[in-house]
């Protein structure tokens, strides 16, 4: 047993489900530990933790993510078993299947989601987590202004966002999001998952899509569609695209907007990892329109 899986067990003992016998490590994730735990009677269970929780309220605002997005929006996620400071434990979903038919189905999932829940102002009623850094979700009555000040300008402060980027990509940055409103469609507040590329992407035990890891916030319904777009989704994902498009009456321009709206999880991953894959040069790319010219 690994020392992450050691200290799974461990914290799933503290937690009272002394009857978890065994841990096994599962990949896929890039801020917690995660493993797959097997309890007494032989049920399976997935645990994930930090090695130091970046807040007291982390997993509870994931739990309640997971639990909206089904409750309210209608969406499968798995069942929270347990849900504490130091602990997520939930039911154990599947890989999801490499068919179109499976991206169909999600492209009808997310089209409800998105048109269902409908929200008068833009924000959450408390921040919570991308990763280990916090998501500001301070309500606003206007989208432009709520994406700029919490969803781009907002990673401006992180150490490594002011090592990547220079004084001349902040400052064309900050000329962008002068210009949100020519750029991006004023569109209404709904509920967003708020981290959806495609390995948060799975299936229920019995085939239908299902998703983990929220970042919820009320906000533009294609900040999620721009995350599944720019993180190179399987190639039978496309017919997702189309079915989603049609589904919610996208105009024929969508797909022009998508590194702008993709911008504020570039700056994320710059945040919190190094390498970021890449992710600097995509924001540099987007914000070279935005630089001044002598």
Known sequence: ???????????????????????????GGLAAIAG???????????????????SDDAFAAEAEGLTVLRE????????????????LVLSVLRPRPGTEAFWEQLAHALAHLHTTTRHSRFGWHRDNWLGRR???????????????RHRLLRWLGERRVQEALGAADRAALERLCDRLPELLP??????????????NVMATPGGRPALIDPAVSY????????????????????????????LTGLDRDWRERMPILQLRQHLAVIAQFDP???????????????????
């Not at 916090?134 to 700029?148: C, I, K, L, Y």
């Not at 533009?220 to 017919?239: M, N, Q, R």
């Not at 970021?276 to 010219?293: K, N, S």
């Open 36 to 54: 797959l735990a097997r309890r007494g009677d032989g049920t399976p269970v997935f645990v994930k933790a930090f090695g130091e929780p970046p």
């Open 72 to 87: 309210t929006g209608g969406v499968a996620t798995p069942e929270i078993i347990l849900a504490d400071r130091d602990l």
């Open 219 to 246: 906000t533009w319904a294609e900040v999620d569609l721009a995350h599944l777009w720019t993180t190179a989704p399987p190639p039978e994902a496309h017919v997702f695209f189309e079915l989603y498009a049609e």
């Open 1 to 27: 047993m690994t020392d992450a899986t050691s200290l799974l067990l461990e914290r799933l003992h503290a937690a009272g489900l002394t009857d978890v016998v065994a841990v096994e490590p599962a990949t």
């Open 276 to 294: 970021d894959w890449g992710a600097a040069d995509l924001v540099r790319a987007t914000l070279a329109p935005f630089r001044r010219r002598p």
């Open 186 to 199: 004023a569109g209404p507040a709904c509920l967003t998952h708020g981290d959806l590329w495609a390995q």
């Open 134 to 148: 916090r998501q500001v979700n301070t309500w606003d009555d206007d989208g432009h202004e709520f994406f700029a």
